[in-house]
RNA sequence: GCCGGUGUGGCGGAAUGGUAUACGCGCCUGUCUCAAAAACAGGUCCUGCAAGGGUUGAGGGUUCGAAUCUCUCCACCGGCACCA
């Protein structure tokens, strides 16, 4: 027996920290024999405070490291801040203090809230983005894409305000189009920009292969966002000022090429110009004009009501040698295909509505096989469907399953056109004309233009010091300390890039810096990268199924690319939390007055029973509402299993078998099995379920006899391992007040023997036409003639029976017996 | 509009072809207490005196048996959205 006491979770939680830190636990080593298990969280932008979101997150997600860690894995779970970003920037405004000293005392408290969670963090592997230990080689990274012709400039739009003459984020662009700092109209400028060629790995991204469990939502999402269509490139011609041009669409149907009334180019393209005609020339300015006054957000809110303007200008289809006029509508994006396309009408819904509203004639080229002729201009909607081919000249009754192919086939005979694949994906623009962000190293020359600085001058410094202009402009393009600089190749004077890089750049490759996070000589040494990566389990939220998932998909493929890296996917099995709700059901925010700071239930309840509740709101990829009330039901248990242990728990070794000892022995394997499978499979919720189960029949028997056997005290020892993921403080201080020596956590994980998760005896449900009539119990191995004997003689079930004809008996051994009957 | 998901007691949820409502919250009763809290014990889907009957968003289908598979519809949530 040992010295009873009250659970003080205050005490013993940074008791155990303190104690795990001194011993370095949770270190992962290189050297291990035990196999790797690499186990990444999403680090944590340094906002402040860490909120329920990031304990509704990390709780679990620690839980299935420590099960992992006992499972006899060497568990490497580093954690790190993603620091770079606009909120320490308008923090540095707003406040008048630097961005980095804001960064820096953030991420300062939420390492001691981080430590006060008591999970098996690896401190020693921490990785800053915004220090110049981690820049320097995100640095490094940009010139290695740039080496390999993956990162180029040129002008691309950017969102701008023409009142505080700078570029804005697209959440710095109010819903009505408006600069959320002085609510002047935003315009698209173009301006040089960095992108980097993701769009060369579409196909690449396309395949998930080699990924061993990912949700297929995400998987979808991001198919989708990749956007793959397979069709045809086909030119179409004209003759401008005497001379022969050539101008391409992209289209998915070229079966319906017959059917082209008119043509449209986008707002942007280039022929605009050359193709209208003079009469109409003011008109179509004024239309390009407000097309591109438009931001994006604009474009995409706009009504669907179809606007656009005619050239005067026309354009001949190569394939009927019909001349169809030209149109611009900004329903056409410059960005995707040509930024030009065909027009059909009478078999494409947008085409539909351009010609209705523009009185353009309606031509029907493709009929499904069992359909009569009809006049198109009677119809409602286009026609979409597959279909045999009419009105189309040589081509007539060319069959659907044949259309699409013949017509490629001829155009690429001809020379005019030919088999093409689209991707909606476009390059990745990571030009940020901003502050606080790792600096493009890149430098102008005026006698050699665009030159790399070399990588043993890495990195380039973010100035540490600098005066904001209260329009937000970046102080970079004000610094000459920063500015100027001399050519890296002929010594003279010189002007450094002013950008900096996406943030997304910054996550795209933070989980290779953890397998090796003090190498001041390269990114990584590549034998350390062998030992940990691949990523083992990744987990974090949905809302990054597709940015920052896709971009470190693309970085590691790349660099596979460039020889950096031995495998080509970063992550291979990936996790989605749901999000944590206040307890209105709603998303927890300011405006609603719902939030709740987690700290307050750390210092009434402690961390543990916290950890346990988060886990216990439901599934862990569903979410759910935060409720305080419902932490009690945590705090009762953890503490009826701390009464228990201090009030049973003794030191009887001598194995007396009694029927009860028995049965707690089956209790403890059956408890065991229910667990490793829960957390196996992500399931915290019912895995605390099963321990309470354990916990209340264990409770049930504390003052019987057997409460003094050698199975009662291996299953209070049992349970105690079993509970250490979840609650990794009260399990620590139990295991030593019991009398062991050696933390809990590295014990090896509790082994069941299949044979004793079966009781001796189950509950046999009797039914008749599937209807629940009886219960027995009966002995775990009776034979299914035994069953049906026992079923028939059962006087219960004969009254059900009466008259009837029993057809048939069907037995589900070990649940139930249900007999199908018939009346006469 | 397209794609994906969800729908079970007063509430969070469990059960993924075999006992619907495990586990927990809340509520009710009791023990203890001068009293309250805490703790502990018992009860708690609807209907019915009972035997029984009914119930997993609605309706149909498959099956000896359906919350689970399938079809139609409804509601809510998430993603994408003029992508040619």
Redesign the pocket.
């Given at each position: 027996m040992i010295t009873r006491t009250k659970y003080n979770p205050k005490e013993i939680e940074s008791k155990w920290q303190a104690q795990w830190e001194a011993d370095q636990q949770y270190h992962a080593s290189d050297d291990s024999p035990k196999p790797k298990f690499y186990h990444l969280v999403m680090f944590p932008y340094p906002s402040g405070d860490l909120h329920m979101g990031h304990w509704y997150n990390y709780s679990p997600f620690d839980t299935y490291g420590r099960f992992k860690r006992m499972q006899g894995n060497n568990v490497m779970q580093p954690i790190g801040f993603d620091a770079f970003g606009l909120p320490a920037e308008n923090a540095a405004i707003k406040r008048g203090i630097q961005a980095r000293t804001w960064t820096l005392a953030n991420s300062e408290n939420m390492r001691k809230q981080l430590r006060s969670m008591g999970a098996q963090w690896d401190w020693s592997r921490e990785v800053v983005t915004c220090q110049s230990d981690y820049y320097r080689w995100t640095q490094w990274l940009f010139l290695q894409f740039y080496k390999h012709g993956l990162a180029y400039r040129t002008k691309a739009p950017a969102n701008w305000c023409t009142n505080c003459n700078t570029t804005l984020a697209n959440e710095q662009v109010l819903a009505d189009g408006t600069c959320e700092r002085c609510g002047s109209i935003v315009i698209r400028k173009e301006i040089d920009q960095w992108l980097l060629k993701i769009s060369s790995y579409a196909e690449r991204l396309l395949d998930f292969s080699s990924v061993i469990d990912w949700p297929?939502?995400t998987m979808?999402?991001q198919r989708?966002?990749i956007?793959r269509?397979k069709?045809a490139e086909i030119r179409f011609t004209a003759e401008i000022g005497g001379k022969h041009e050539e101008i391409p669409?992209?289209?998915?149907?070229p079966d319906t090429i017959y059917g082209v009334t008119f043509f449209?180019l986008?707002p942007e393209h280039p022929w605009v110009e050359k193709i209208t005609i003079p009469e109409q020339k003011t008109a179509v300015d004024a239309y390009v004009k407000q097309a591109l006054r438009m931001t994006e957000i604009e474009?995409?809110s706009?009504?669907?009501?179809?606007?656009g303007i005619f050239t005067g200008g026309y354009v001949t289809n190569p394939v009927s040698g019909e001349k169809v006029p030209v149109w611009i509508?900004?329903?056409?994006?410059?960005?995707?295909?040509?930024?030009?396309?065909?027009g059909?009408p009478a078999h494409?819904?947008?085409?539909f509505?351009?010609a209705r509203k523009f009185g353009i004639p309606i031509r029907e080229v493709i009929r499904p096989e069992d359909e009569q002729p009809s006049d198109p201009e009677t119809w409602t909607q286009a026609k979409e469907a597959l279909g045999v081919m009419v009105n189309s000249g040589p081509f007539d009754g060319t069959p659907a399953d044949r259309a699409i192919a013949e017509v490629i086939q001829y155009v690429e005979g001809k020379g005019i056109g030919k088999l093409m694949v689209?991707?909606?994906l476009r390059d990745w623009l990571i030009s940020r004309q901003r502050y606080w962000g790792a600096p493009i190293p890149i430098v102008y020359c005026p006698e050699h233009g665009t030159v790399p600085v070399p990588e043993d001058q890495l990195p380039v410094w973010l100035p540490e010091n600098v005066q904001f202009k209260s329009t937000g402009e970046s102080p970079l393009r004000y610094e000459p300390d920063f500015l100027n600089t001399t050519c890296p190749i002929c010594g003279g004077p010189a002007t450094r890039e002013a950008d900096t890089m996406d943030t997304f750049i910054d996550s795209s490759w933070y989980f290779l810096r953890y397998a090796d996070p003090h190498n001041s000589e390269a990114a990584w040494n590549p034998e350390k990268l062998k030992k940990w990566l691949p990523v083992d389990q990744y987990v974090g939220g949905?809302?990054h199924?597709?940015l920052h998932l896709l971009y470190s998909r693309f970085f590691v493929k790349a660099l596979h690319d460039m020889g950096h890296l031995d495998f080509d996917e970063p992550f291979l099995r990936l996790f989605h939390q749901g999000m944590v709700l206040g307890s209105d059901?709603q998303?927890m925010s300011k405006s609603r007055g719902n939030v709740e700071a987690p700290d307050k239930y750390i210092s009434k309840y402690g961390a543990d029973t916290v950890r346990c509740y988060m886990m216990?709101?439901?599934?862990f990829d569903?979410?759910?509402?935060f409720?305080a009330?419902?932490l009690?039901?945590?705090?009762?248990?953890l503490?009826?299993f701390w009464?228990l242990v201090n009030e049973t728990w003794t030191d009887n070794k001598r194995d007396v078998e009694t029927r009860e000892s028995k049965a707690i022995e089956r209790l403890r394997h059956k408890t065991i099995k229910r667990i490793t499978e829960?957390l196996s499979n992500f399931?915290f919720?019912?895995a605390?379920?099963?321990?309470?189960?354990c916990?209340?029949a264990l409770?049930?028997q504390q003052n019987d006899a057997v409460a003094q056997s050698a199975a009662y005290r291996r299953t209070l020892e049992t349970m105690m391992q079993l509970l250490a993921p979840f609650a990794p403080h009260i399990t620590e201080e139990l295991w030593q007040q019991t009398g062991h020596t050696g933390s809990i956590h590295n014990t090896d994980w509790p082994a069941y023997d299949q044979a004793l998760t079966q009781d001796e005896a189950?509950?046999l449900?009797i039914?008749v036409?599937?209807?629940?009539?009886e219960?027995i119990e009966v002995p775990a191995d009776i034979s299914e003639q035994e069953v049906r004997e026992l079923v028939l003689n059962n006087p219960?079930v004969a009254?059900?029976i009466g008259e009837t004809t029993i057809?048939?008996i069907?037995y589900?051994p070990g649940?139930?017996a249900?007999v199908?009957v018939r009346k006469g």
């Open positions: 297929e939502k979808v999402m989708n966002w956007g269509s069709g669409v992209f289209t998915t149907r449209v986008a474009r995409m706009a009504e669907k009501e179809k606007t509508s900004d329903y056409v994006l410059m960005s995707y295909g040509s930024g030009a396309i065909m059909v494409d819904q947008r085409d509505a351009f689209n991707y909606r949905v809302e199924a597709i059901g998303k216990f709101i439901g599934p569903a979410g759910g509402s409720k009330e419902n009690e039901g945590i705090w009762r248990f503490n009826r009464s829960d399931h919720n019912t605390l379920a099963a321990l309470m189960e916990n209340n409770i049930k189950f509950t449900v039914q036409n599937g209807k629940v009539r219960r219960r009254t059900f057809q048939n069907i589900i649940r139930l249900n199908v």
